[in-house]
Nanobody, 125 residues
Framework: QVQLVESGGGLVQVGGSLRLSCAAS????????MGWFRQAPGKEREFVAA????????GYADSVKGRFTISRDNAKNTAYLQMNSLKPEDTAVYYC??????????????????WGQGTQVTVSS
């Protein structure tokens, strides 16, 4: 079946940058709306960013707006999350998610159909 695989996480210092990738199998990636979520220890999973299937519409959580950028390359079946000016509070496991036949962007975790396994991002103070 279709799978999502995140990569690019790691340990960075405050103010540093990371670029996360989410690679999807299959031939229908261009029909999926994509999202990024994160979950820190002891906290609920929270919305980070989302993008429409064409890439024309994006949305961000207030906590990351201006620092993170979501993008996608449908020819490569890959979505990205560029994270700049990282803060300790950005430390979390980051997950990508796909919503089948999604026309817009979606911020609710329950709206998504498929999830990756997650990748750890740790920002040291």
């Amino acid at each position: 079946q279709v799978q999502l695989v995140e990569s690019g996480g790691g340990l960075v210092q405050v103010g540093g940058s990371l670029r996360l990738s989410c690679a999807a199998s299959g031939r229908t990636f261009s029909t999926y709306a994509m999202g990024w979520f994160r979950q820190a220890p002891g906290k609920e999973r929270e919305f980070v960013a989302a993008i429409s299937r064409s890439g024309g519409i994006t949305g961000y959580a207030d906590s990351v707006k201006g620092r993170f950028t979501i993008s996608r390359d449908n020819a490569k079946n890959t979505a990205y999350l560029q994270m700049n000016s990282l803060k300790p509070e950005d430390t979390a496991v980051y997950y990508c998610a796909a919503k089948y036949r999604g026309y817009y962007y979606y911020s609710g975790a329950s709206e998504y159909d498929l999830w990756g396994q997650g990748t750890q991002v740790t920002v040291s103070s």
